[in-house]
């Protein structure tokens, strides 16, 4: 009953956007146990949706028992109604060009509040500590978790991005928005065809000119996917 009632709260409160920061709410799927005392945010990628993410840690939760999941969904849909954080203008080998990665931060600027409200939520309803709240993103999302992690006011655990768009630094882009430093890892395959397998050497570049230095992992043959190597490698770097 404890459970549902925690799900209840925290799902009605995402639902109409408590926090004024943001005109758009994210739905949220949750998973609760007993008395959760950390929470792990998934996010999903490019026409996708929560429930894509929560399928995805089913094998997550036996090794985090104290941990709350949850999985948002994008208010933005695409033209094929699925979901996205932003327009993916190009993809794969095209995604080399600066103006590019600018249109595709400044598009992913304008949902981070949506990301922050859902953080502010299990902050106040389950009453978890902004520090024991971390967040992760597959492909789009893990650029969400990344920015979203650096440009909220409460420091969060960690931000993992799983073969993400790149984090990029660029003329137009305002760095007093980072007030955050959390701890980072990035993982990306050496066969992804949709993202540059090279990105991750973009982003661990622009994190480490504003003093953020990431652990970055390479998976030998992973694609444009999270395969059970770099679960666990997210497993390990949560634990």
């Known amino acids: ?13 995402l639902l109409i956007g408590i ?9 949220v ?37 104290d941990t709350a999941f949850f999985y948002p969904t994008s208010p933005e849909t695409t033209p094929f109604r699925g979901h996205q954080w932003f327009d993916l203008p190009v993809y794969g080998t095209q995604m080399v060009d600066v103006k590019i990665y600018q249109k595709m931060l400044d598009g992913a600027l ?7 409200d859902v953080i502010e939520n299990i902050h106040n309803e389950l009453g978890i500590p902004y520090e024991n709240i971390s967040i992760a993103g597959f492909s789009q999302g ?6 979203t992690a650096l440009t909220t ?13 790149p984090f990029v630094i660029t003329e137009d882009f305002d760095t007093d928005l980072i007030v955050s430093a959390p701890q980072i890892l990035l993982i990306q395959g050496d066969n992804d065809s949709a993202i540059p397998p090279s990105s991750i050497n973009l982003t661990k570049t622009a994190l480490e000119s504003i003093g953020i230095y990431p652990q970055t992992e390479v998976i030998a043959g992973m694609r444009h996917e999270v395969n059970s190597s770099a679960k666990q490698k997210l497993l390990e770097f949560l634990e």
Do not use: C, W, Y
Request: no cysteine.
């Open 110 to 116: 304008n949902n981070v509040a949506v990301l922050q």
């Open 19 to 27: 926090n004024l920061s943001s005109s758009k709410a994210a739905e």
């Open 1 to 13: 009953m404890k459970k549902l009632f925690a799900f209840l709260l925290v799902a009605i409160a």
């Open 29 to 65: 799927i949750a998973d609760i146990p007993e008395n959760p005392q950390n929470a792990l945010i998934l996010i999903h990628g490019f026409g996708q949706d929560g429930s894509r993410m929560q399928a995805m840690a089913t094998s997550f939760k036996d090794k985090l028992p």
């Open 153 to 165: 006011p409460h420091p969060l655990n960690k931000a993992i991005s799983l073969s993400g768009v």
């Open 142 to 147: 893990g650029l969400m978790a990344v920015l």
